[in-house]
């Protein structure tokens, strides 16, 4: 049965309820973890280029599997595609926590990423078909508002729990939410979509399109090593073949027509991109930044990175409702200049800066992103017919998650040409704060071009 015949019988309050849910625990996840680096860096003896890959090795299946697994909702059922997610995500999440070293913690991440593609593949595609036009910006602004409010409790509870129970503790408390929700689910998310019933599904543009992702975001990382060059050429041939494949293909992964027949999708995706690849790496920064130069432990860390995302959630309610009623173009690119300003304040940290300064530049940074990611997640959904809405909430996910790798890629390649593949001892604390600098002149840079795409779309 189509998602057509069905949405008179589901509840949109219900269905919003447990999608927040389900979209409370992969941010939560992951800015958790940032926290408990440290401690995980000491448990297992990694060196801080290594430490990048927790959340490399998440990201990078994320963003590959997105589009072919929302593809593969519309084909099989945007629900069932997504409860399998959940609860892949919750095994692999509590078999996380019981990981014997590091190359299987970073296994089992790459594992949860997989699971999580499947989720965001079809989240926002089910929330925009169920949520009437009229209320879209508002149910878009209260489940952005679930993300940001899980990120956070994430530092919060993750400092906590890394501080009293050890780095552990946040695997299994996160998983045994996850088995939850699998519940939650089948309670209270019900009916199905397949808007794509009887279609085959695109393989071969599925690998090409895996090997593009995979060769641009692992190339971008190990930009400063000849074989990143290698990966980038391959990514680069990759998608030229995908793009070729994909326009000759009768059902393909994604119609490519979203982007070069709509200059309003393109744009917006675009906008999201930057603005990810401009902000994910903040929070791993600034946490080895609070805790190796200014003796934070995990729980203090915590208390002072909690201050964007509290302003995130503020932030993102208000202007998704204010997104069903002004231009939500406007809002986002307003919200991306108030980001360029939080990030050119982090420029100048120094192992003295007054706490109250870098709580003022995280406050920038918070009402930015709240008033970027719901109203330009609106203009993306709003952009395209109903038939698309998978392809587009998936879109919408990858731009997110690569630019999310490719934020980490920047840190990472930062940290690697100024301090190496070593531990961050105080003899190289002087070379760690260079590397933090240039890591917020680069996002600053690229959060001001960021700005351009998203005020572009509305000139013709």
Known sequence: MSGHAQISTIHPARTLLVLCMAAFLVPFMGSAINLALPEIGEAFSLK?????????????????????????????????????????????????GFAPNGTVLIALRFLTGLSSAMMFGSN???????????????????NAATVYTSLAAGPFLGGLLTHYLGWRSIFFVCGAAGF???????????????????????????????????????GFINLTHAAGVAWLALGAVSFVIFVYYERHCASPVINLALFSGNRVFAL?????????????????????????????DARGAGLVLITQACMMTVFALVSGRLSDRFPAGRLATIGMSVIVAGLVGLVFLTPATPVWLIVICLVLLGVGFGMFSSPNTNVIMSSVEKKFYGQAS??????????????????????????????????????????????????????AAGVYASSARSKR
């Open 180 to 218: 939850a929700v699998v519940v939650m689910l089948h309670f209270f998310l019900k009916g199905e979509w397949t808007e794509s019933r009887g279609e085959k599904f695109d393989y071969v543009g599925s690998v090409f399109y895996g090997l593009a992702i995979l060769g641009l975001i692992h």
């Open 394 to 447: 998936a879109t919408t996910g990858t731009m997110r998650l690569t630019g999310q790798a490719m934020s980490m890629g920047i840190a990472g390649m930062v940290i690697a040409l100024h301090v190496g593949n070593q531990k961050i001892v105080p003899e190289v604390h002087p070379q760690f704060m260079a590397s933090l600098r240039m890591t917020f002149i680069i996002f600053a840079a690229l959060c």
């Open 48 to 96: 801080a280029v290594t430490l990048t890959w927790l959340a490399t090795a998440y990201l990078i299946p994320t963003a590959i599997f997105q589009i072919p697994f929302a593809r593969m909702g519309d084909l099989l059922g945007r629900k069932r595609v997504f409860v399998w997610g959940v609860l892949g995500f919750a095994v692999c999440t509590v078999a996380s």
């Open 124 to 142: 926002i595609a089910i929330l925009t078909a169920v949520v009437p036009s009229k209320d879209r910006g508002k149910a878009l602004g209260i």
């Open 268 to 296: 917006s995706s675009c906008a999201a991109l930057i603005n990810y690849a401009a902000t994910s790496g903040i929070a791993f920064m600034l946490s080895l930044y609070l805790q190796y130069i200014r003796g934070y």
